[in-house]
C-alpha cells in the first residue's frame, strides 16, 4: 500500500530536549516536505527536499532541521525543542517538485507537546 | 502570497450535493487549484485539482470560473463519512518551489 508513515503519534516531552519526528514513504517519491499544523493558521511548511541530499527552507524553519540522506527518509529534528513549537506536524511527499499538477500524499500526523 | 478565501462552515444533509466555494481572487496564471480534505485525526487527503477546465473523478467535481477568480467544489451526494474540513489552496511557484498555500478551510458537517 502507498503511503507516508511519521513516527512517533504522540510525544510529549520536555523544553531542550533533543527529538527526531521520522517520516518514510514507499512511493519512490522525490518531493518530500514538513508542515506545522496550528488552530486557526492552516498548515505551514518547515522544510522540503526536491531529492537526496537537496533541502530547503519554507516559511517557518526556525528551530528545526532536516535531513534527505535517502530518497525514502526525511526526518524531523528538534535539536532544542521550545513550548512554541508544540504542534501538530504531517510529513508530505509527491512525484516531482517543479511540477504544480501533482497532489501532495501526506502522513498521519506526528502531535508534539513540549513542556 | 496567493490566498483563497473559504467559508467557515457548512452544512448538508446525507444524500444531498454539496457545492463548496472558494475565492481566489490573486490568482496567476500557472497556479493551480488544489482541493485537499482532512477528516478527524488525519492526515490532509488531495480530493481533486484543475487549471481552467472543470474536472470529475470518483470523489468530487470542480467548477472552476471562467475567470479563475472562485471554484465550487461539488459533492454528489454527500455522506456522513465526508463530513470533514476541506481545503482550497493554490499551488503556487514562489522561487524554486512550488508551494501550496493553505488557509483556515472549512469544515462540512453532513446532518444524518
Known amino acids: 500500500e502507498a503511503q507516508v508513515t511519521q513516527n512517533p503519534r504522540y510525544l510529549i516531552t520536555v523544553t531542550g530536549k533533543k527529538l527526531t519526528v521520522t517520516c518514510s514513504q514507499n512511493?519512490?517519491?522525490?518531493?518530500m516536505s514538513w508542515y506545522r499544523q496550528d488552530p486557526g493558521l492552516g498548515l505551514r511548511q518547515i522544510y522540503y527536499s526536491m531529492n537526496v541530499e537537496v533541502t530547503d527552507k519554507g516559511d517557518v524553519p526556525e528551530g528545526y532541521k532536516v535531513s534527505r540522506k535517502e530518497k525514502r527518509n526525511f526526518p524531523l529534528i528538534l535539536e532544542s525543542p521550545s513550548p512554541n513549537q508544540t504542534s501538530l506536524y504531517f510529513c508530505?511527499?509527491?512525484?516531482?517538485?517543479?511540477?504544480?499538477?501533482?497532489?501532495?500524499?501526506f502522513g498521519d500526523g506526528t502531535r508534539l507537546s513540549i513542556l | 502570497d496567493a490566498k483563497t478565501t473559504q467559508p467557515n462552515s457548512m452544512e448538508s444533509n446525507e444524500e444531498e450535493p454539496v457545492h463548496l466555494p472558494c475565492n481566489h481572487s490573486?490568482?496567476?496564471?500557472?497556479?493551480?487549484i488544489h482541493w485537499y480534505r482532512q477528516l478527524p485525526s488525519q492526515g490532509p487527503e488531495y480530493v481533486i485539482h484543475?487549471?481552467?477546465?472543470?474536472v470529475n473523478n470518483r470523489m468530487a467535481s470542480l467548477a472552476i470560473a471562467e475567470d479563475r477568480k472562485s471554484s465550487t467544489l461539488i459533492l454528489h451526494r454527500a455522506t456522513l463519512r465526508d463530513a470533514a474540513v476541506y481545503y482550497c489552496i493554490l499551488n503556487t511557484q514562489a522561487d524554486s518551489n512550488y508551494q501550496l498555500i493553505w488557509g483556515a478551510g472549512t469544515k462540512l458537517i453532513i446532518k444524518p
Open positions: 490573486t490568482i496567476s496564471g500557472t497556479d493551480y
Open positions: 484543475g487549471l481552467t477546465s472543470n
Open positions: 512511493m519512490n517519491h522525490e518531493y
Open positions: 508530505a511527499s509527491s512525484p516531482r517538485q517543479w511540477d504544480s499538477n501533482q497532489p501532495q500524499h
